[in-house]
């Protein structure tokens, strides 16, 4: 009933919420994205996106059609690797970045080892600019990790905006040096926080650092200082900090996916496609970004 390629479309669309970033994601014109929205809301005889010339939201039926797509479309998938003989098989070594240790990522690995369980994946979970490093020397097949900064390879999975994070009853002082609580280098969220308070030229000290995400959060908790964070990623017990304290603004940051050049062994870059195309239906639930932070 429901067309398996109006489905991709409508999930990539669902979560970028841009008609224009789901056509560079998929390597199609907005027109046929367009089309393809058009044609699905056509067979629901629901409309799915309210739409105008600022913004792409989902409607309500858009949110319940999320689920079911994702379903409609692993059944495809699994049908047609059954059917046509073809399992995918060897070593896949897949790095995620620090960022996702929180989040609902290891659903979407999990579904993928049910799906391919032939195929041996390994795991690396370590700061992004480490996995970019890890990726060009050949030692991972796939990263899903933040984009620096003078890059624009890779394939978007989610933009988020940046923003100071710290425990509810922190206060900023403007006479002291900002504490700061920074993954070590070559962090990308800690250049980007140096690089904004260097430009303004606030007076910074570091507070606390580790390659843990959760012992910065435990750090973030204890009130020891301000991090730099994803706006839809932000912990649970941490809150944006106001705009009062008059930090800088810290900009957006691309989450994408990226492919190694080296396969890490048969049918890697196959299985590397196959869990890029699970997380790209899945993206929306690695955050919740409840809109732009506070300012």
């Not at 009933?1 to 970028?16: C, E, G, I, S």
């Not at 199609?28 to 044609?39: A, E, G, K, P």
């Not at 690995?109 to 032939?118: A, G, K, T, V, Y």
Request: charged share 25%; net charge positive.
């Amino acid at each position: 009933m429901y067309d398996p390629v109006q489905l991709r479309t409508f999930l990539a669309v669902a979560q970028t919420l841009s008609f224009t970033q789901a056509a560079r994601r998929l390597g199609l014109r907005q027109s046929t994205v367009s089309q393809h929205v058009r044609r699905l809301e056509d067979a629901t005889g629901r409309r799915l996106f309210a739409r105008d010339t600022h913004s792409v939201d989902l409607t309500e039926d858009g949110e319940a059609m999320l689920g079911f797509a994702r379903t409609i479309l692993r059944a495809h998938e699994r049908a047609s690797a059954f059917f046509t003989g073809e399992r995918l098989r060897g070593r896949l070594r897949f790095g995620a970045s620090e960022d996702f240790v929180l989040t609902r990522l290891p659903e979407i690995l999990e579904s993928f080892r049910n799906d391919h369980p032939e195929v041996d994946l390994e795991l690396t979970v370590e700061l992004s600019g480490t996995l970019h490093q890890r990726l060009e020397a050949g030692r991972l097949d796939l990263v899903l990790a933040k984009r620096r900064a003078s890059d624009t390879h890779g394939e978007l999975v989610w933009q988020s905006a940046l923003t100071w994070i710290g425990a509810p009853r922190l206060r900023v002082d403007p006479e002291r040096p900002l504490p700061l609580i920074l993954f070590p280098p070559p962090g990308i969220t800690r250049a980007r926080a140096l690089e904004v308070l260097e430009a303004e030229g606030r007076v910074w000290r570091i507070a606390c650092t580790s390659t843990s995400l959760s012992a910065l959060i435990a750090a973030a908790r204890a009130g020891l200082g301000v991090m730099a964070h994803a706006h839809g990623l932000i912990p649970p017990g941490l809150v944006p900090v106001p705009a009062r304290a008059g930090l800088p603004d810290l900009g957006t940051v691309d989450f994408v996916l990226l492919h190694g050049r080296r396969a890490g062994g048969r049918n890697a870059p196959e299985a590397a496609q196959a869990l890029a195309s699970a997380i790209l239906a899945g993206g929306d639930r690695l955050h919740r970004d409840p809109g732009p932070p506070r300012r």
